[in-house]
């Protein structure tokens, strides 16, 4: 089990609802869990909502892909939230855009938890000491 001084609250966002389940069972024993379907799910969430300690987003999802949610979550949190892309798309373009996003994290899809979780720490750990 995993400590850290406050409770960590993760947003995970996905479109198939079997990674959601993944994810949030992975995750449940040692974190806050939120689960979306949608970037524009995930953007009316932050209006109304303390901004989350990390948000894992998958890319290939309908009408706003994961980019996009992304660049949007960066302008309204003024890049405050570590934003992980956790997807199947492994393609050359995907991750150059990805990359010029300067997102905090990328996991390619079918993952081991523990590598899941190793990067979730990494990414919490260094965002906690800046």
């Not at 960590?8 to 079997?18: G, L, P, R, S, Y």
């Not at 997807?87 to 990805?98: E, F, G, P």
């Not at 081991?112 to 190793?118: A, M």
Request: aromatic share 6%; proline share 5%.
């Amino acid at each position: 089990m995993i400590k850290h001084q406050r409770e960590v609250h993760i947003i995970a966002v996905d479109d198939m609802k079997t990674n959601l389940q993944m994810i949030y069972d992975i995750l449940k024993d040692d974190y806050k869990v939120t689960l979306l379907k949608s970037g524009a799910q995930l953007i009316k969430y932050l209006e109304k909502n303390p901004y989350p300690d990390l948000i894992l987003l998958d890319i290939d999802m309908p009408q706003m892909d994961g980019i996009e949610a992304a660049k949007r979550v960066m302008d309204m949190t003024k890049e405050s939230v570590p934003i992980m892309f956790v997807s199947a798309l492994c393609d050359t373009k995907t991750i150059m855009a990805c990359k010029d996003l300067n997102v905090a994290g990328y996991v390619v899809r079918p993952y081991k938890p523990v590598y899941i979780r190793s990067e979730i720490e990494r990414i919490i750990n260094r965002w906690e000491a800046n």
